[in-house]
């Protein structure tokens, strides 16, 4: 059963109308053999279709794509072998599902292999929303070209403190020294300054904000983030978009492989606690647009379902 269904069968309220349309998930699917989470070595078209169907099932506003993997430690792969992951094995999986898709991320830091991407599920379906999920943190000419070129086209700037998108594999390498307490206000300060910029270009409005969770910094800092992150967001307008990440992070992990017993299966522990604070950022941020991404998208049905019935009755 459709697990959106469930949640609303679960907690059925009386009263008409949309509740909490602001929230949205998105469905994390990788067409990578090394990503941490859930890379295969022999990836198959078949293999990535079930899984982008698993998304589908599951209530997936959006479904999120990448082949290219970031995490900790993993070396970056050319463009050449990134580009050839799509035409292989991502696009013709996408085929026989793109009349279900309404939205679709494409997670790349690669401005080249964006726009080869926006071009050929366009012929698909020209009606589909795109939105191009960049990790790197760069708001460079290049980003500025393509948003300009493709007008319908969304865009992720995510807080990473790599200087050049050809670093991006390397982010743990620029942690900076900002004390912990003092996270919060420079994430704030860092989306505030490039909102400026965007607004310069009438970007904002197409624009969703990430802070990057385990993205150039440390476990404290995380931790930091984690607990403020709804102080950074007041201080922008209800209109803003925002992305937020923490499915299957690395720091998670080593919060669970630190306090139980447990050294290898810790996705079980790091989803409960991600179902946990989705939940607490819906009822801190009620009002704000929030997209989560995330493995496994019921979390946000479900979480909807308590909100309605604790918080809506």
């Not at 469930?6 to 009263?15: P, Q």
């Not at 819906?282 to 998208?297: A, D, G, I, S, V």
Request: glycine fraction near 4%.
């Amino acid at each position: 059963m459709n697990t959106t269904l469930l949640a609303e069968s679960l907690f059925k309220k009386e009263k008409k109308g949309p509740v909490l349309e602001n929230f949205l998930s998105m469905g994390v699917v990788n067409c990578t053999p090394d990503s941490f989470s859930d890379g295969k070595i022999d990836l198959s078209q078949k293999d990535l279709s079930h899984r982008i169907q698993d998304m589908i099932d599951q209530g997936s506003d959006i479904i999120d794509i990448g082949a290219q993997s970031t995490a900790p430690g993993r070396e970056a792969f050319t463009l050449d072998i990134e580009l050839q992951r799509w035409k292989d094995i991502a696009l013709p999986s996408l085929a026989s599902k793109i009349e279900q898709i309404k939205t679709l991320s494409v997670d790349t830091y690669q401005p080249e292999v964006f726009r080869f991407v926006y071009k050929s599920v366009k012929d698909l379906n020209p009606n589909i929303k795109i939105i191009w999920n960049d990790v790197s943190g760069c708001l460079d000419e290049a980003v500025l070209n393509i948003l300009q070129e493709y007008s319908d086209a969304f865009y992720v700037y995510t807080h990473n403190l790599a200087p050049q998108r050809e670093l991006v594999n390397k982010h743990m390498d620029f942690v900076n020294q900002t004390p912990s307490v003092e996270m919060a206000k420079e994430i704030m300060n860092f989306f505030k300054d490039v909102e400026i910029r965007l607004a310069k270009y009438n970007l904002v409005d197409r624009t969703y904000f990430d802070p990057g969770f385990g993205f150039s910094k440390n476990l404290e800092q995380n931790l930091i983030l984690l607990r403020e992150l709804w102080w950074v967001i007041k201080k922008f307008d209800y209109e803003k978009k925002w992305l937020i990440g923490i499915s299957r992070k690395s720091f998670l992990q080593s919060i669970v492989k630190e306090n139980l017993s447990c050294k290898s299966d810790v996705f079980p522990y790091t989803e409960k606690m991600e179902h946990t604070l989705i939940y607490n950022w819906m009822y801190q941020l009620n009002k704000y647009c929030l997209t989560f991404r995330t493995h496994n998208p019921h979390h946000l049905p479900l979480a909807k379902g308590i909100y309605k019935k604790v918080n809506l009755q």
